[in-house]
């Protein structure tokens, strides 16, 4: 970036609430007593260096935010209002169960399958303590797989390949104003675009979880069994000592909640798209990136509730 330029749109986006466009500070140049008005709060170089710039708190932004909830909980309530056609809604739900959640199964066994062996193996090479049993890591492995690594690893997976594709998908559909001719033409396009995707993705998703913690488990068995580091009765001892049935559902009521975060907030970012095709990728990145967020807030929000 020149010296003097305005900053990108990234800092306008991603600083929260310091005001992105600096107050002009006025400086002494190094030739004579010039007055210099310097805008970039970054380091310039050459005759200008050393010229030094503060951001200032915004209020702006905090209506901004303001502005986007409640644009989104609007966008919810035409989403869910009654369907024109329920057989239509229900084609087109069966339809994105396989486009979202069938194609997306690929993926989430290969990464299942690698992050259990990863786990049974880290378990058991930081077990030094010859007073810790060998069931310990069948024990370690079930739990961290259960109640962590397959609801909310899983889901920032599916956030980063399903938000991009459906907020892409509604995005092109918006600068290709095919969304203005549904509206022209009387038919709900926020329920007719949206609520099947937040259907098929809650309910093809716990379905994706529970395949990915048996092939969690049964991986990390696998390689424990396979590398020698741990006996498969020891093993099955530990899948099986305490287990309850508890943990599955809350980690399957997690999932259920990311689903609905991942369809509705990359359909927000799509539905809302101006401009041109640059646009939509800018749209597709915010997406994942609000999605993701979104999961981690509602991860910590929901263990306080279920599980302590």
């Known amino acids: 970036m020149k010296c003097g330029q305005s900053q990108p749109r990234f800092f306008r986006y991603f600083f929260g609430f310091w005001d992105p466009q600096p107050k002009a500070i006025k400086a002494k140049s190094s030739i004579g007593n010039q007055r210099l008005n310097v805008r970039n709060p970054m380091r310039c170089q050459g005759k200008r260096a050393g010229v030094r710039a503060t951001f200032a708190p915004h209020p702006a932004h905090a209506l901004r935010i303001l502005f986007h909830i409640g644009q989104y909980l609007l966008l919810l309530r035409e989403t869910f209002m009654r369907p024109e056609r329920l057989s239509l809604y229900w084609s087109r739900t069966v339809e994105e169960m396989d486009l979202l959640g069938v194609k997306s199964l690929g993926i989430v066994a290969l990464l299942s399958a690698f992050m259990g062996a990863v786990i049974t193996i880290q378990t058991k090479t930081n077990m030094d303590s010859p ?11 079930r739990q961290s797989t259960i109640l962590e690594f397959s609801p909310t690893v899983i889901s920032l997976i599916l956030a980063g390949k399903v938000g991009s594709s459906i907020a892409a998908e509604i995005g092109s559909m918006r600068v ?3 969304i203005d001719a549904l509206d ?17 993705t809650m309910v093809i998703n716990p379905f994706l979880i529970m395949i990915s913690m048996f092939l969690g488990i049964f991986s990390g068995w696998f390689a424990g069994v396979l590398t020698g580091i741990v006996q498969s009765d020891d093993f099955l001892t530990g899948i099986q000592l305490d287990f309850k049935v508890y943990h599955v559902v809350y980690a399957l009521i997690k999932t259920v909640v990311f689903a609905f975060l991942i369809a509705t907030v990359s359909a927000y970012q799509g539905y809302y798209t101006r401009g041109g095709t640059r646009e939509v990728g800018v749209s597709s990145t915010r997406a994942v990136v609000f999605s993701s967020m979104a999961i981690l807030l509602a991860n910590l929000i929901l263990t306080q509730m279920l599980l302590l």
């Open 131 to 141: 007073l810790i049993q060998a069931w310990v890591v069948g024990f370690a492995t």
């Open 176 to 178: 290709k104003e095919q």
């Open 184 to 200: 022209i033409m009387g038919v709900n396009s926020a329920g007719y675009l949206i609520l099947p995707k937040i259907v098929a």
